[in-house]
């Protein structure tokens, strides 16, 4: 006896993407660094406020009628901190800073998303080999594929009928 295993009705959504046959996907980690401008800071301090190697890309004096003005250009790469801390710490000695971010991104071609994403409800069935009863998503698949209605018990393979009720015939049985 097969037994049917419904659409949950709560469940059926209309996809925003449907018909899309490409996605953007974060395949890494993001890489965050901080570039900043500090005018008459010691390197020493600024290392102290942020707590992390610090690479300088320049640093210059710059002297003038009203006395010398010292700038430190500088990259911090990696902090293992919150974006919100990294701008705190930037205001406490940096006159100018800027937060970039480096994202690994991929995209991926893939068949047109369905126009309806919708979940079945939870259902039990029984081994028709050692009688365990469990839900239907625990049943597994063989290593082959032939089958999908492998026991999690006892590993029984075709160990029931079941049939997954399709989105047309849910659809058609909701309007009637």
Do not use: W
């Not at 690994?104 to 009863?133: L, Q």
Request: contains cysteine; proline residues 2%.
């Amino acid at each position: 006896m097969s037994i049917l295993i419904k659409i949950d009705p709560y469940s059926v959504k209309k996809n925003k993407n449907a018909g899309d046959t490409t996605s953007t996907i974060k395949t890494g980690f993001t890489k965050r660094s901080v570039e900043f401008e500090a005018f008459d800071k010691s390197l020493d301090a600024i290392k102290k406020i942020i707590g992390k190697e610090v690479h300088i890309s320049s640093s210059s004096i710059y002297i003038s009628n009203e006395g010398s003005r010292t700038e430190i250009k500088g990259l911090v790469i990696d902090m293992d901190i919150t974006d919100e801390e990294i701008l705190k710490r930037i205001r406490v000695f940096g006159d100018s800073g800027c937060l970039d971010f480096d994202h690994d991104i991929e995209t991926v071609h893939h068949d047109p998303v369905a126009d309806y994403s919708f979940k079945y409800e939870d259902t039990d069935v029984e081994c028709n080999g050692c009688g365990s009863k469990f839900m239907h998503n625990e049943l597994e698949s063989d290593d082959d594929g032939y089958s999908s209605t492998v026991c999690p018990k006892c590993g029984e393979s075709d160990c029931c009928e079941v049939e997954y009720q399709s989105l047309s015939d849910f659809r058609k049985k909701k309007s009637k």
